[in-house]
């Protein structure tokens, strides 16, 4: 087989294109309204309240689902935001939405990781706490507040690495690309660049506090608007490629 022939098989045809932005766009959109739903559906725990954490948690009927929905959100997020990169080609735009997708993909990992922990173990251990017999309360109290203490480790390189690096990548290859409105891509730098600050402060705190609950609630809106917004796009984009016309030799 000749050069040109390895490098067509290599190289996406614009069919498989398309099919890649397409599908891409679909998942981003139905990624994010997931994410979001169960952000929004999250029950909320109280600040500086150990046993009312625990509580929370063990007590919420939806808090494994809501979790798990997320995950799933998450995934198909991480399907919008790989095709977007590979929508924006050559250039200091292409290397910086190439960059962007390969942090995506790391920080969906940890997302996802920190979700299930949160979701499930949590879970768990706060119902092993709620059964637990006076003597040994304080004991299972402190296992569920040692989970927590993890789960906020992994939420402070999550804001950094996903909410944080990708979005800052992303957007501005989107800001340079000349394929996407400038201001769009600017828009989720600014949130990007946001959610650094909110990630540093988890990772010195280990708990909520009042800016990171407010910033975590503002920073991942403007995130998830942003994927819905640029998936739109990515199907307008991938309905106005055609296919180039065989060449017989």
């Given amino acids: 087989m000749g050069e040109h022939g390895r490098a067509m098989m290599k190289t ?3 069919r498989e294109q398309r099919g890649i932005l397409r599908i891409g766009a679909v998942a981003g959109i139905v ?6 739903v ?11 309240d150990p046993q009312g954490v625990a509580r929370t948690i063990a007590q919420s009927q939806r808090w494994v689902l809501v979790h798990l929905v997320i995950v799933v959100g998450l995934i198909l997020m991480l399907g919008g935001l790989v095709a977007i990169s590979r929508s924006i080609e050559g250039g200091l735009a292409g290397a910086l939405a190439q960059l ?8 969906v990992t940890v997302g996802v990781v920190l979700v299930i922990v949160d979701g499930v173990a949590a879970k768990h251990l706060a119902e092993a706490w709620e059964a637990a017999p006076p ?3 304080a004991a299972a109290l402190r296992v569920v507040l040692a989970e927590e203490a993890i ?7 999550f804001n950094i690495l996903f909410a944080g690096v990708t979005f800052i990548l992303l957007g501005l290859a989107v800001a340079s690309s000349g394929e996407y409105p400038g201001w769009l891509g600017w828009v989720v730098v ?3 660049v946001g959610s650094v600050p909110v990630g540093l402060v988890q990772a010195y705190t280990g708990e909520s506090i009042g800016f990171t609950r407010i910033a975590t609630i503002i920073f991942p809106t403007i995130i998830t608007l942003w994927v819905v917004g640029m998936s739109v796009l990515l199907l307008r984009k991938a309905r ?10």
């Avoid at 990624?31 to 979001?36: E, K, N, T």
Wanted: aromatic fraction near 2%; charge should be positive.
């Fill in 12 to 14: 996406p045809t614009r």
């Fill in 31 to 36: 990624g994010s309204l997931l994410a979001m």
């Fill in 38 to 48: 169960g952000n929004l559906l999250h029950p909320a725990t109280p600040i500086g």
């Fill in 100 to 107: 962007g997708s390969v942090a995506a993909v790391a920080g």
């Fill in 135 to 137: 003597e040994e309360a």
């Fill in 151 to 157: 789960n906020f480790a992994l939420a402070a390189l």
């Fill in 190 to 192: 600014i949130a990007g």
């Fill in 240 to 249: 106005r490629r055609t296919e180039r016309p065989l060449r017989v030799r």
